[in-house]
């Protein structure tokens, strides 16, 4: 990882953005995540707050994706994805 390297977490918005529909999101939007960072170290940061429902969508992965540094984390239920939301700001080395 890259030192002073913060992850930013925020809600993966629904195309319905009501507030009931907001309520039953379980992806995050994972910004700032460096080229350094295996699949693996992601994979373990956050399935340590839970389940997850697939595979991490890594953004470098994505081959129409001009930007590289993101990625998508949907957890089996909605509970542990709140939990997650601690990891926003965190430090990946």
Known sequence: FIEGTFCTLS??????????EMAKVKTLFVER??????TDDITNLFTAHGELEG????????PSSKRKDFAFVTY?????TVKALVLNGHEVR
Do not use: H, K, L
């Open 55 to 62: 595979p991490i969508q890594f953004s470098r992965r994505m």
């Open 33 to 38: 995540i460096p080229d350094s960072a295996s």
């Open 76 to 80: 089996v239920d909605r509970q542990n």
């Open 11 to 20: 809600w993966a918005e629904s195309i319905e953005t009501n507030e009931e």
